[in-house]
């Protein structure tokens, strides 16, 4: 008989959170109290306040710097302002090297930051998630107030919990889940964006429709034109997704994702895979639009979703001018790889979410490769008949491009870069 005197106890307990995320036309002109009223004082002290722009962002705004010193003078009795806006390289090439994560750590601790300081970061996903990450490890947590350029960020990423960098050549694989203390989608900022990343966003507000709301997805299918074409619709889906994505962390039950359903991520498997493969030629929204597509299809072949729904989820796509045709496309086996690291990312078995119908979402935990197969060849002869080969992705680009061109640089640019 045992005579060892351990003991436990399990305690579950729930710490409560605020998501305060905010619409505006002009967050640094005429909206700009919005933003000034997410800092709080601390006490009777000032907190501190640093920006981090996206350099890609801040070209395509040579006056946003400027905008940004007199939003801090007129604010000046209200907080701190940390000096000028810290730029980092826009795009992928801040989440790939991992030294500009250890420079931003410490211009972060030059500048005293607290936790009761507030990091303000303007720019597109991968800035967002990496300034995220950073401010989420210094001290153990910085208040984060996101103010995303692009509509994928705005619809959906902006809003989430989750922010990481890639490591070991894997997405997303060092980070940390951290509620930002607020959001800010703005319109103004959003101009500037070239039309192959506008477009982009839309494929997370098509699959959050399918997912929660038919009756928005029938709205995306009418009003594709309208948002492919920068109309007053876009900003209609922007928030309307964004609303979805946030009543699903806020009321989801699994904001952390800790069981092992990630209903999210419908379409996901094969589209973190499909950047990869494409070496992040493919935008993520470009692959999600693809992903959300094959994962319609199988379906429809597997659980039962109608062909005609199937259909119009590919018309809703397709309108949006978002399935492209792309060489990674054919390589079905590679593809499959993207199954296994979609399971391990999240531990326990496969789990991937299908549609019965839209709006009915369902797990599974089995995949049929055969009719996967089937139903990735699908998409890519859709793709290939509406693509005219003059069209189809070339590394340099996809053309249809408004605004500035960027190169994101991996290097410092000027005194206040890193
Ligand atoms: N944290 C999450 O939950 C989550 C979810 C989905 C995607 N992501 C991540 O988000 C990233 C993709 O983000 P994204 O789609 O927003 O693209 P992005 O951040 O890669 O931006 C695309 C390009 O546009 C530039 N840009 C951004 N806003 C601009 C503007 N207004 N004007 C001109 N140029 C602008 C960027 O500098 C970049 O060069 C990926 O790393 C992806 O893994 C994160
Ligand atoms: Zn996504």
């Not at 305690?11 to 002009?26: K, N, W």
């Not at 991968?126 to 960020?153: C, E, K, N, Q, S």
């Amino acid at each position: 008989m045992s005579t060892s005197p351990a003991s436990g106890t399990n305690v579950p307990f729930s710490v409560s959170f605020c998501h305060r995320l905010r619409f505006t036309e002009d967050v640094l002109g005429v909206d700009a109290d919005v933003l000034a009223d997410l800092i709080e004082a601390s006490e009777d002290r000032q907190p501190r306040v640093q920006f981090w722009l996206d350099e890609c962002v801040a070209n395509a705004n040579p006056d946003l710097k400027q905008r940004i010193h007199a939003f801090c003078r007129r604010h000046a009795a209200r907080f701190h302002s940390c000096g000028s806006p810290q730029l980092v390289p826009g795009g992928e090439a801040i989440k790939n090297d991992v030294h500009i994560l250890e420079r931003m750590l410490k211009v972060m601790n030059e500048a005293d930051l607290d936790r009761r300081s507030y990091v303000i970061v303007i720019g597109g996903g991968a800035v967002l998630d990496a300034v995220g990450f950073a401010t989420a490890i210094a001290h153990r947590g910085l208040r984060l107030i996101r103010i995303p350029t692009t509509t994928l960020a705005q619809a959906d990423s902006g809003v989430g919990v989750k922010n990481g960098v890639n490591l070991f050549q894997k997405k997303n694989w060092m980070g940390a889940f951290a509620v930002p203390w607020g959001v800010v989608n703005d319109r103004r900022l959003l101009e500037t964006l070239p039309d192959r990343d506008f477009r982009c966003g839309f494929s997370e507000a098509v699959k959050v429709s399918l997912l929660k709301d038919p009756a928005f997805f029938d709205w995306i299918l009418h009003n594709a034109a309208g948002i492919a074409e920068r109309g007053p619709e876009a900003w209609g889906a922007i928030e309307k997704s964004a609303l979805w994505h946030l009543d699903h962390i806020t009321r989801g039950g699994d904001p952390f994702e800790m069981l092992e359903a990630r209903p999210l991520d419908f379409g996901h498997w094969s589209a973190h895979k499909l950047e990869a493969m494409s070496a992040f030629t493919l935008r993520h929204g470009e692959a999600v639009a693809i992903g959300v597509a094959v994962d319609t299809i199988y379906s429809s072949f597997v659980h039962g979703l109608p062909a005609e729904e199937a259909a119009l989820v590919l018309q809703a796509l397709d309108g949006l001018g978002l399935l492209i045709d792309h060489p990674a496309l054919a390589n079905t086996e590679e593809l499959f790889a993207g199954l296994e690291e979609f399971r391990q990312h999240l531990g326990g078995r496969l789990t991937v979410t299908m549609l019965e119908r839209i709006g009915k979402p369902v797990d599974v935990h089995e995949i049929d490769r055969v009719q996967m197969k089937r139903a990735i060849s699908a998409v890519v002869d859709r793709v290939k008949r509406n693509s005219p080969q003059s069209e189809r992705f070339s590394a340099s680009g996809m053309g249809g491009h408004a605004g500035a061109a960027c190169r994101p640089s991996t290097e410092p640019s000027g005194s206040d870069g890193l």
